[in-house]
């Protein structure tokens, strides 16, 4: 029996924390393996990523090594124990003419060569069983590698259920092995000349018993995981498949599976049993709610030569909850589903179970986000041999964004590049230029993932609680609150337009800025990103009339339900070209990027009853009209004289927006000072005339600025060159 039953039957992990994908067996392969079987190195550490097109995509996790190969070194190690079967037969022939010839003389002699003959049996057996034991570890190591990557498919990453075909053959091998080298020790036992011989062939029966059990449990498993994030009420279906049912005749009179829940708690109680060591499995009082439908008969399909019991439906009814600790919540508590079996084989009764992969009960939706943050850390980063379900709670950033990709790219069907993980990985921070009513000001923002990096001196490691329970600077959402919203409105949402790469998505306010600032295609030009600030939000950076940035309010799933984002970006005018994306890597005109995504709009035909049609369309705060006639180039320096804006009044010989004190006046006034000190040589008259201004208006405002404003008003103004505004633009 192995050490920890549990780590046969429920191998849904990784090594050193999302560490090694896979238990190492090459070493043992080489002493064993005939010359034409391969043993590549080890995978690993955690799963191995590869950059395409600038994605950084994990690579499927596969077996390791080849199982044919396997199948081949157990039909030879078989073949071999047959050699060892033959001159058992020759040995039983003599002992049988001994016994019946004892007066014979030559029975003496006979005599003497049995003890010979057996002790070489004896010897070869104790080496085919050494053989086979390690082919047998060999086939449950890959049959754990197996189990990994259905954890891993639980995050999404790509998995090929067909090896487990594979595999099932290895199992039918070795059970023809197994059995057959039980009856040939049991054979030799009866050959009974020397009682030392006999005491060491009783030791080796034990083994190989112990070793078919071993076998014979640790081919039952769940082929088909129930939902991992599981909700009261609501149906759902898994199936548990027995990789030797026909090899052992059990589909002649097939068990009974029965499918109980555990709590944590409770699992790691019932592993640490061993029951499989044991005469019975008990599971009295080991259920933590009840399950509906939690029964049903294992059945062979001849064709497939499947053995396997399917669940179709089941329901969760009532869910019994652990006291909880500290912060914990009802989204931390992990369940399992225990499915279990007994049956008779080789004249002893054998009692088999196995657990599901770890689970999350719910009973709203609002639960769902936290319930998949603690799903997705299990099964990203679980030993693989573990107590259930013991997980580390920290890991490097390398290794999160790998579960963090994996994740995103199944769920929107297109992976993540270098720079959305550089996104979410460094700490940015973005200077923006303001203007409040009183005085301008600089802003400092720091982007959502500087709270996963802060406090790590190494710049490392990655904590559960920074990952899902710490809220973000100067936010009321966590990090994967964040990460798990925009993956949502992406798939409900943005699907097409993201996998066609119209989306540039994650990015940073500064960086977009600053791209759009260095654009060819000068105003007009936009992109779409996910907004750091709004939990689910989209939001449209464009450069505007004046040449400046402009960020659009962030649009949210019940906003995006109303007007698609697609027909958005066709009502504002404002938007003319799709600034390079790293799928689209030449600008795009707006209606041949996103011309295919617009819907149809009905209102101009005529309504039968005599109404008359309505639609809603989008503007944003500063559409004074279609800009048709706007170039596709940046703003070139104007001429004083005729410079003309929209609702501008002179003040001090400068013409400025009209004011009234609203916040888009106050925007504007700061976006025309920024756009023509821009593009305006520094020797204009009209710099320093924006200067002049600049103080007489800090002076008529003096009494209700602050000291610091004043002083800096006071330095500034009458030496407007020295200014670090007038600096920047001189060193621009």
Known sequence: MPLNPYMNMNNTAAGLAMGSAYMDTSEGLGAVVAPGVVAPGVVGPGVSEVMHNGSVTPMPVRPKIELYNVTVEIQRSFNDFMQCVKALNMLSQSYHYVLNQHNNPDAEATFKRCIEEKGNIVALLRRSFMCYEFLQDLVITELKNWRRQQALAGNGAPFNETTLDEIQRCFEQLEVFVTQLLSAVKETIAVRLMNAEDIELTQLLEQIQCAQKNLVCSAFIVDKQPPQVMKTNTRFAASVRWLLGSQLGLHMNPPTVECIIMSELQAQRFVSKRTHEGS???????????????ASAMEYQQNTHVFSAGFRNMQLKKIKRAEKKGTESV?????????????TVNDYQIHVWTLSLPVVVIVHGNQEPQSWATITWD????????DPF????????????IALNTKFGSTTQRALTGENLDFLCECHCVTCIAYSKNCYYILIYTSLDEKLQRDNVAGEYISWNQFCKEPLPDRNFTFWDWFFAIMKLTKDHLLSMWKAGRITGFINRAKAQNDLMQATTGIGTFLVRFSDSELGGVTIAYVNQYGTVTMVSPWIARDLQIINLADRIRD?????????????VQPLDRDSAFGEFYTTRDEEKPRSDGYVRTSVHVRTGDDTGSISGTPHHPMQSPHQDSMSMPNLSPIGGVVWPTTDDSDSDDSLVAETIESIVMNTPLDHPLVCQISNTIFNVCKERERVMDTDQIQYADHYGENACTSPFNQTVLNQ
Do not use: Y
Not at 331 to 343: H, R, V
């Open 280 to 294: 019975n499995c008990n599971l009295g009082g080991q259920s933590s709610g009840e399950i509906q439908n939690c």
């Open 331 to 343: 989204m931390d508590e992990k369940f399992a589903l225990c499915f279990f079996a007994t049956t």
């Open 379 to 386: 099964n990203a980063f679980a030993d693989i041999v573990r």
């Open 390 to 401: 013991v997980v580390t709670d920290r890991v490097t950033w390398a290794q999160l964004s």
């Open 572 to 584: 504002l005018d404002a938007l003319r070209c799709l600034h390079p994306t790293d799928v689209n």
